[in-house]
């Protein structure tokens, strides 16, 4: 990631994700998760088309992204579950987190 490049940021439902972006998120989610984390469980959950997807990109390469689901989704208050890699800030939009 270059801090002189600024990430440009995608809100979008799971519908509106291109199959490049979809590739990508669960590219990125299996890198940090599985691999940098060592942490091997069902990544894919059945939830992606309950969620917001904030996808964050630099030279069009994929560099930060979570999953933004309204109360009572996956917990019982609004909250943010976040897959990136250094990024010093998450860009929170439309309230849901």
Known sequence: M????????KLAAFDALSVR????????RSEVFVV???CVFQDID????????LLGTQN???VA???????GVKFARPA????SRAVSHVAVVWGIC
């Open 2 to 9: 270059n801090p002189r490049v600024a990430i440009e940021w």
């Open 21 to 28: 972006e979809l590739h990508d998120v669960l590219q990125l």
């Open 36 to 38: 940098e984390q060592n």
């Open 46 to 53: 059945g939830a992606d088309d309950q969620a917001m997807h």
């Open 60 to 62: 069009n390469q994929l």
């Open 65 to 71: 992204y979570a999953r933004c689901f309204p109360a």
């Open 80 to 83: 943010l579950a976040a897959w």
